[in-house]
């Protein structure tokens, strides 16, 4: 069974920085594609940051571009999102996402953790 | 990386069919067929609905259907059941090698 667990979340004031962590378990985790989606509070949907396998290339939104850094964790299943320069419109729920094909579609999700950017 | 464009809302009564449209760019939903659909229930995680443009996931029921014209991709829910009452949002594979989301569509059931 597919199963995503993030952690990391929490609350940090404007500037300050956070890294959310994702565990993956129940697929061969070095083969996929892993991507972090965020949702605002009472928001849509918005992509934030996918890291390919094999390369580990990364590609981001232009929101976070500079600020985010994505990387992963072969060798103990792990993907890791690290946020600086936090800004009160990074406030959201950040979910974690296996990819079935370069940069999406998510079958799986993880449920969630909470970012809270507020002084 | 503007957004696709999807309407805020779409209701329906029970039995009915609708069809929510989502329409971007050449760059995006026009030039590429992977576009996805997910629904999201209140305090849900999103769910996976249609992929690749028409794809179903197993599980996912046969009331729902995806297609693409242009620029526009569109998802149909044919003999809308109360369940189907959810946030829906579509996605397209960029020119850019990122992924775009729609706004989101209410769906209502009546």
């Known amino acids: 069974e597919v199963q995503l667990l993030e952690s990391g979340g929490g609350l940090v004031q404007p500037g300050g920085s956070l890294r959310l962590s994702c565990a993956a378990s129940?697929?061969?985790?070095?083969?996929?594609?892993m991507s972090w989606v965020r949702q605002a509070p009472g928001k849509g949907l918005e992509w934030v940051s996918t890291v390919k396998p094999g390369s580990g290339s990364t590609h981001y939104a232009d929101s976070v571009k500079g600020r985010f850094t994505l990387s992963r964790d072969n060798s103990k299943n792990m993907l890791y999102l690290q946020m600086d320069s936090l800004r009160a419109e990074d406030t959201a729920v950040y979910y974690c996402?296996?990819?079935?094909?370069?940069?999406?579609?998510?079958?799986?999700w993880g449920q969630g953790t909470l970012v809270t950017v507020s002084s | 990386q503007s957004a696709l464009t999807q309407p805020a809302s779409v209701s329906g009564s029970p039995g009915q069919s609708i069809t929510i449209s989502c329409t971007g760019t050449s760059s995006d939903v026009g030039g590429y067929n992977y576009v996805s659909w997910y629904q999201q229930h209140p305090d849900k995680v999103p769910k996976l609905m249609i992929s690749?443009?028409?794809k179903r996931p197993s599980g996912v029921s046969n009331r729902f259907s995806g297609s693409k014209s242009g620029n526009t991709a569109s998802l149909t829910i044919s003999g809308l059941q109360a369940e189907d009452e959810a946030d829906y949002y579509c996605a397209s594979f960029t020119r850019s090698s990122t992924l775009v989301f729609g706004g989101g569509t209410k769906v209502t059931v009546l």
């Open positions: 129940g697929f061969t985790f070095s083969s996929y594609a």
């Open positions: 690749d443009v028409s």
């Open positions: 996402a296996k990819a079935e094909g370069s940069i999406d579609p998510f079958l799986y």
